[in-house]
Nanobody
């Protein structure tokens, strides 16, 4: 079973930057896209950003647009999937657990959690004012 492992989460101050990483235990064949989701305290998990594996096109939630940048490792012969999330100008409202996810299907919109067959266990990001 392929595993996704996130890293890079920690406590920071408002206005700081942070970079999250996600790596799979092995390459996920036929990857269509990977995404970052987050779950704020007491809230449902929400979509943050996604990147298509075929053309690197990105999609962002309005709440992170202009502050977060999703990217991938572009080395085509890597044996694993690697995903990044650069987070700038962090706000206390960005606090939560950040998850990476992968989908092999183009049939669902990026913001549909049912689209993703692979999920990591998350990394905690805490932003203090």
């Amino acid at each position: 079973q392929v595993r996704l492992v996130e890293s890079g989460g920690r406590s920071v101050q408002a206005g700081d930057s942070l970079r999250l990483s996600c790596a799979s235990s092995e390459r996920i064949p036929g990857t269509y896209a990977m995404a970052w989701w987050r779950q704020k305290p007491g809230k449902a998990r929400e979509f943050a950003a996604a990147i298509k594996w075929t053309d690197d096109r990105t999609t962002y939630a309005d709440s992170v647009k202009g502050r977060f940048t999703v990217s991938r490792d572009n080395a085509r012969d890597r044996p694993v999937n690697t995903l990044y999330l650069q987070m700038d100008n962090l706000k206390p409202d960005d606090t939560g657990v950040y998850y990476c996810a992968a989908t092999q299907s183009a049939a669902y919109p990026f913001h549909d959690p049912g689209a993703y067959g692979y999920w990591g266990r998350g990394t905690q990001v805490t932003v203090s004012s």
